[in-house]
Structures are given as structure tokens and as C-alpha cells.
């Protein structure tokens, strides 16, 4: 029975294979893409200095809390959305729980940046420090876990369309 359901999947496997044109498409528009983002980290690198020279260091907000309770409700569509796909074995639930990491990681750094100075800092370092961020992290790790089980051209097929 093993042996069936093996070479079923192996069959499977061959038949799912790209065809050249699949793994051309693949590598320019990971080249593109990978073109683009150094652009946009070199271009990054002269507006942050600007920034950090020319920006106050204190700044009047005038809808903080429209601010904080509309990342949070964010921060709920995020985390909600992960579960919801999670629960319904969505592969979307990949980019839902990386967004919903990432998200995690700026609350952090947003509510300990902002309480710094203060005698909230250290409530909000120990937020970051016990719950967002290895919420966080453990939701990287387990996309990351995901990825690598996905299907994805080989490196030699990608070095045989390069030759």
C-alpha cells in the first residue's frame, strides 16, 4: 500500500514539474523584484539620515489615540485573520501570520520607543519583551516552517535555464 501511495505521489510530483518558460518567468521576476528592493535600500539609506537630522526630537500628536486604537484593531484583523486561515488550512495563512509578526515587531518598538523616558517604559519593555516578540518570532519560525515544505524550482533547473 505504501508503495502505491509513493509512486502516486512521485507520478504526481513529475507531472506538477515546470516547464522552462514556468522557471524563466520565475527567475526574472525574482530578479526584478530583487532589482527593486536594492534600489529602494539604497535610495532609504539618504532619507533616514535626513531625517534623523532634521526631524524635532519632540512633536505635538494631535490623534494619538485614533492612532494607537486603529493599529491595534489592525493588529486584531491580522491576528484574527491568521487564525481564521489557520483553522481552514489556507495557505494565505503564510502572509497573514507574517504580517501579523511584522506588526507585532512595530508595536513593540513603537510603544518602548515612545515610553522611553518615562516610568511607562518599563511595562511596555516587558510587553515586548515576554509577548510580542516571541509571539512574533514563534509565528516567523512556524511560516518559515511552512515555506520550506512548499514545492519550489530546484537550483539546478534554475542553473539550467542560466547555461
Known amino acids: 500500500m505504501n508503495d502505491a501511495i509513493d509512486a502516486d505521489t512521485l507520478n504526481r510530483a513529475e507531472e506538477a514539474a515546470p516547464t522552462p518558460d514556468v522557471l524563466e518567468r520565475v527567475r526574472r521576476n525574482r530578479r526584478h523584484t530583487l532589482e527593486l528592493l536594492t534600489v529602494c535600500a539604497v535610495g532609504l539609506v539618504p532619507w533616514t539620515v535626513l531625517l534623523a537630522m532634521t526631524l524635532p526630537s519632540g512633536y505635538e500628536v494631535h490623534q494619538w489615540r485614533l ?20 483553522w481552514r488550512r489556507n495557505r494565505a495563512v503564510i502572509l497573514a501570520a507574517l504580517t501579523t509578526s511584522v506588526l507585532l515587531i512595530c508595536d513593540a518598538w513603537f510603544d518602548v520607543s515612545l515610553a522611553f523616558g518615562t516610568s511607562e517604559v518599563w511595562w511596555s519593555a516587558a510587553l515586548a519583551l515576554f509577548v510580542e516578540l516571541p509571539l ?6 512556524r511560516v518559515m ?19
Open 67 to 86: 492612532t494607537w486604537v486603529g493599529f491595534d484593531i489592525l493588529l486584531v484583523v491580522a491576528m484574527a485573520s491568521t487564525a481564521l486561515l489557520g
Open 136 to 141: 512574533a518570532f514563534y509565528l516567523i519560525r
Open 145 to 163: 516552517g511552512m515555506i520550506s515544505l512548499a514545492h519550489w524550482p530546484s537550483v539546478e533547473a534554475d542553473t539550467r535555464l542560466t547555461e
